[in-house]
């Protein structure tokens, strides 16, 4: 058993660091082709925040572990919504943002909500068993290229209707010249590129390419190491311990992958940037429950009777919460009373899924 849980640490730390490295190299390389902030943002830096979930799920496909790669994306996305979302409303009340409510969180909602209907075969198709076969994985695929080409078809017009908004100058990207409540998944994405495109420079000897690529390449081999020992330890955890590989996804790997968005976005609140930490977590829930389960199901199709109603009801219902809170506030925020809620939410499926076993 400790070999298995050195395996699983060891694994999500050389995932966590592998998506940092890929992602600064892959900026760093985009930046010198002159490709925008807004593109980089919705690209290159989306995916490289999902880059963990995605390695994992689609290597458990692989190996013939479908419930570890369902089991890992709507664990992560419960986590993300409830409980780091909440602890921020707690810790610091933040507005949501027009755009976020008009436009991402009823795009997170149908996310959430189409990975439901897909993955939910025994209540919407009679099925004796819940898989999501290729059919539904390429539905998703359609949804999220939909998603990517809306979100930069949107931006973009955004930034022809307020000059504001350009690489040049005062940008929504640069969280000191506007209101912190003004950013929505696009902007937030954006600011994420700019930093790691000043990581890329200063750590990567100013101006030489070849190690933009070395950063790149070294991140995609612990990427690939990486998740082959997520998905050994986990199921070597799951024998042991006498857990479904489902449950082990739902609570271990995938609370495992998604705590650096905990300490990350909690600090984030914590410096008056929740508006950033939330668009990006909303944005990497909808690549996570539209990208990575569709890729995935392209593999091999995602069998996991263990994963049912109360947990794609609970993300869904999560989903729902995010985009209903502000429009009931007066401040259109999510504020310590919705906070209190998506957190006593999140221990109670916990209990629940501990009982279940």
């Not at 995609?220 to 799951?238: T, Y």
């Not at 976005?265 to 950033?276: L, N, P, Q």
């Not at 009801?313 to 429009?327: D, E, K, R, V, Y």
Request: with cysteine; glycine share 10%.
């Amino acid at each position: 058993m400790i070999q298995d849980i050195v395996y699983l640490v060891l694994g999500l730390a050389l995932l966590v660091v592998g998506a940092n490295y890929v992602t600064d190299g892959a900026v760093a390389v985009a930046r010198r082709f002159n490709v925008s902030n807004l593109i980089i943002g919705l690209t290159v830096v989306a995916l490289g925040s999902t880059m963990p979930d995605i390695v994992v799920c689609v290597e458990s496909a692989f190996q013939d572990k479908p419930a570890l790669a369902m089991g890992e994306v709507i664990g992560a996305n419960i986590f993300d919504l409830l409980l780091v979302v909440g602890i921020m409303g707690i810790v610091r009340p933040f507005k949501v943002s027009g755009i976020m409510r008009s436009q991402d969180l009823p795009i997170l909602f149908i996310a959430s909500f189409a990975l439901w209907i897909a993955g939910d075969s025994v209540l919407f198709d009679g099925a004796h068993h819940n898989v999501i076969n290729r059919s539904a994985g390429i539905m998703l695929i359609l949804i999220f290229v939909f998603y990517m080409w809306f979100m930069i078809l949107s931006s973009k017009n955004q930034q022809a209707i307020d000059p504001d908004d350009s690489d040049d100058g005062a940008s929504s990207t640069d969280v000191s010249a506007k209101p912190d409540e003004n950013v929505g998944i696009s902007s937030a994405h954006a600011v994420r590129s700019e930093r790691s495109a000043l990581k890329a420079e200063i750590a990567t000897l100013k101006g030489k390419h070849w190690f933009s690529w070395v950063m790149i390449i070294g991140g995609l081999g612990a990427l690939v190491v990486g998740g082959n020992w997520v998905v050994d330890g986990a199921s070597g955890l799951a024998l042991k311990v006498g857990m479904s590989q489902a449950m082990v996804a739902l609570t271990v790997v995938a609370i495992g992958n998604a705590l650096p968005d905990l300490v990350t976005s909690v600090t984030a609140t914590v410096k008056g940037a929740s508006g950033i930490a939330f668009g990006n977590i909303v944005g990497s829930c909808i690549i996570n429950a539209l990208l990575t389960i569709g890729l995935s199901a392209l593999v091999i199709p995602l069998k996991a009777d263990s994963i049912g109603f109360v947990d794609f009801i609970t993300l869904a219902g999560g989903a729902a919460l995010l985009w209903i809170f502000p429009m009931l506030s007066k401040k259109r925020n999510i504020g310590r009373s919705g906070g209190i809620i998506l957190v006593t939410l999140y221990v109670a499926y916990m209990t629940f899924t501990a009982i279940r076993g």
